[in-house]
């Protein structure tokens, strides 16, 4: 069968390959693969992975084969993989609680866009109280930051959204943005919580925009720049505030499963801003680098 798999050659990040069909452990659902969702990290960091390996780790497709030890879903069921290893490929083999049943009326490819995106999204905005507090987050027009967006919005938070420009805002007070931002004046001391996608010096200026005890939550670093806070900085008095860092790799059913469960009610909506076919990965991976791409990109396995 064929596959995406990684590549650390110049032509990379990923190539295409035959490799071997999957063979299911007792606790392992063989899944029929029909789109993939790509994310900015397994293609940037590509060199983190060993060169050949299956590479990918959100899709939606058909269960072939369910589990022989009778646990995750039935053969014909539709499902989302998120955050699994080993997805982009044409059949799967994965364990059932990296898996979400899709509802009926909600897309095959909607779904393969929820994966890192939003659970990485749903769980930092789990960790508190988000009614009626003010939300800032950072690369709003990416992926993870259009359902981040959405999900606060739900949650019943004042949310600001921060771009790099305006047209990468394009479509966030539809998706529940109070407010969009191209730089940070004037929000000093102002939020109760920071999601961060994009780290470098704007972490450092977003440090100085929590209120106190606010939390700056760093969940990615798509600027490839580091981080220098001035001297005292980290200094302050009243509530403490934090920094935490995100690396929460367990296996999202639970999160997969609520957020189909908002798509299918029409609460959330998968922010697709390509679509194409998976033969022209190298085309879309750039679009993703290039920043030419609002939200997720999602490609059709033929």
Do not use: C
């Not at 063979?23 to 900015?40: D, K, Q």
């Not at 690369?139 to 420009?165: E, H, I």
């Not at 580091?226 to 059913?253: M, Q």
């Amino acid at each position: 069968m064929h596959a995406l798999v990684v590549d650390h050659s110049e032509a990379g990040p990923v190539r295409f390959a035959d490799v071997d069909e999957p063979v299911p452990s007792g606790g392992e659902t063989l899944v029929e693969i029909r789109h993939i969702g790509l994310n900015f990290g397994e293609l940037k960091y590509v060199r983190q992975w060993p060169d050949g390996a299956v590479h990918g780790h959100d899709a939606a497709g058909i269960v072939v084969r369910a589990a022989s030890d009778g646990s995750g879903p039935p053969e014909g069921t539709r499902v989302a993989l998120g955050l699994a290893p080993y997805a982009w490929a044409e059949r799967v083999a994965v364990g059932t609680d990296w898996l979400g049943t899709v509802p009926e009326g909600v897309d095959l490819a909607d779904a393969a866009a929820l994966g890192v995106a939003g659970v990485t999204a749903l769980r930092v905005l789990r960790t508190r109280s988000l009614l009626a507090r003010d939300v800032l987050v950072t690369g709003a027009g990416g992926g993870v930051g259009r359902f981040a967006v959405q999900l606060a919005a739900l949650a019943g938070a004042r949310v600001t959204a921060l771009v790099g420009s305006p047209e990468r805002a394009a479509g966030l007070r539809e998706l529940g943005a109070d407010e969009i931002l191209t730089d940070l004046d004037g929000t000093e001391g102002r939020f109760a919580l920071v999601l961060d996608t994009v780290g470098g010096p704007l972490t450092a200026r977003v440090w100085g925009s929590l209120a106190e005890g606010g939390t700056l939550h760093l969940v990615g670093t798509t600027s490839g720049e580091d981080t220098t806070f001035p001297s005292g900085a980290l200094f302050g008095f009243g509530e403490p505030r934090t920094i935490v860092t995100y690396g929460d790799l367990t296996p999202p059913g639970r999160e997969l499963t609520d957020l189909l469960g908002l798509m299918a009610a029409g609460r959330l909506t998968a922010p697709v801003g390509l679509r194409g076919d998976w033969k022209d990965v190298t085309g879309a991976a750039r679009a993703l680098f290039d920043r030419k791409v609002r939200g997720k990109i999602v490609l059709d396995v033929a």
